[in-house]
């Protein structure tokens, strides 16, 4: 099957919440100074600060399957771009600290759906051979995302806004959330959702539209699967799909437990503690930002040769020993100028692995009837141990920033056996197919 430009353009648009997701959860790094000296903040506050939005992306991400299935998948994310540009205006225009927690509150909603939903809309008008590249065109938006935002943060800061710099920083995001908004009206609805609601003609002409090439025996074969879940519950915790919840529940955490985003998060201050300037500093993160958006695109290049597993497992190694030398760095006092090129090695082996592989695997384990569930309860994982580790991380940093760093790096070993032996490899087999392989068709 060939590319078709319906195929791409839905791709591309649903992954438009990608980059907001990015942007939204990276932006904060160039206002976390600003803030603290505003509202006077301790760093438990300011951790706090910085997790509210991500307190809205656990409830995000595990209420997201609820409208997916309901509203379906096209419709819910429009909710979530409503939410970006609420969050956007709101955080810009904050009257106080209370009211900035609670629009980066509202934004964190929309990350933690988008995390779902966009994912999930993508795996399920995608054919298996391309399946795991244009799921991938998500996590290389959250990149691209995230490199904006540090691109961002280091142009508004040179432009001598004062006081309001942090307001500019994250108020800009309203503008490319508008423009998803506006995108999201001229794609179509998941086939297999329309399946699901019965709906079958239209699913066949969404097959036909985005080019497949077998669309009537896709469009059968998505028919029997959801055709035969009908006669089972759809309860998604139940021994049956032991195995999907595990594989969604670890690679959610282990993607956390690298460190990634309060390394984003905190990427400013880890600089600045190591003696660099603010200037330098925002320089520094943009170098990581463009390191980051590389090694994704040449991971989404192989990711459906190489194989999901045989990737988490080189990232495994290469961030496990990236992490200790970031401890070293911290623990010794010394070598501070090798802490640049021990982020960038991180962000690398990160952006090669977990950060191109997570979104896709979530996508592809669990069947049909529970794909929602499934989906909400990995991002649900993901972004739990994301607030736990940026809430705590300033707390744990404070005394020595070596310790949480070599925490992260044990945290690798432990995934780089979990990985060998227990997740299964799923490139080019289809999602009816993948029930199968799991002993839950």
Not at 249 to 267: P, R
């Amino acid at each position: 099957m060939k590319l078709n430009s319906a195929l791409l353009k839905s791709t591309f648009v649903a992954a438009l919440g990608g980059l907001l997701f990015g942007f939204d959860t990276a932006v904060i790094a160039g206002a976390t100074q600003a803030l603290k000296e505003l509202y006077h903040l301790a760093p438990f506050w300011l951790g706090f600060t910085v997790a509210s939005a991500l307190v809205g992306t656990v409830i995000g991400s595990m209420l997201a399957g609820i409208p997916g299935d309901r509203l379906g998948r096209r419709a819910s994310l429009r909710w979530m771009a409503v939410l970006y540009v609420v969050s956007a205006l709101g955080c810009a225009f904050a009257w106080n600290w209370s009211a900035l927690v609670f629009f980066r509150f509202i934004g964190g909603l929309g990350i933690g759906g988008s995390s779902v939903l966009g994912p999930m809309y993508i795996a399920e008008i995608a054919p298996a051979k391309w399946r795991g590249r244009l799921v991938g065109i998500f996590q290389f938006n959250v990149v691209f995302g995230i490199l904006l935002a540090y691109f961002s943060n280091y142009a508004v800061g040179t432009m001598g806004f004062g006081d309001a710099e942090w307001r500019w920083k994250l108020g800009v995001s309203a503008l490319p959330a508008t423009l998803f908004l506006g995108m999201l009206l001229g794609i179509p609805e998941s086939p297999r959702w329309l399946v699901k609601k019965g709906r079958v003609n239209e699913a066949g002409d969404v097959l036909r539209l985005t080019g497949e090439e077998n669309a009537e025996q896709e469009l059968r074969g998505i028919v029997e699967s959801i055709d035969a879940e009908h006669v089972t519950s759809d309860a998604l915790f139940t021994a049956k799909y032991r195995v999907p919840i595990f594989l969604a529940i670890t690679i959610g955490m282990f993607n956390q437990l690298t460190g990634i985003n309060a390394i984003l998060y905190y990427l400013n201050a880890i600089f600045e503690h190591a003696g660099f300037s603010k200037v330098s500093g925002d320089l520094q993160s943009v170098a990581v930002g463009a390191t980051n958006l590389i090694f994704t695109v040449i991971a989404m290049s192989v990711i459906d040769k190489l194989g999901r597993k045989t990737m988490l497992l080189i990232g495994s190694v290469g961030t496990c020993s990236c992490l200790a030398g970031v401890a070293g760095i911290f623990f010794s006092g010394r070598h501070e100028d090798l802490l640049v090129w021990m982020l960038i090695g991180f962000i690398a082996f990160f952006a090669f692995s977990q950060g191109a592989v997570i979104w896709v695997y979530i996508s592809e384990v669990f069947p049909n009837r529970v794909r929602a569930k499934g989906q909400s309860l990995g991002s649900f994982s993901h972004w739990i141990m994301n607030a736990l580790i940026s809430w705590t991380f300033p707390l744990m940093a404070a005394s020595s920033g070596g310790y949480p760093f070599a925490f992260f790096s044990a945290m690798m070993v432990v995934q780089f056996f979990v990985v060998l032996f227990f997740y299964p490899e799923t490139k080019g087999i289809s999602l009816e197919e993948m029930q199968k392989k799991l002993k839950i068709a």
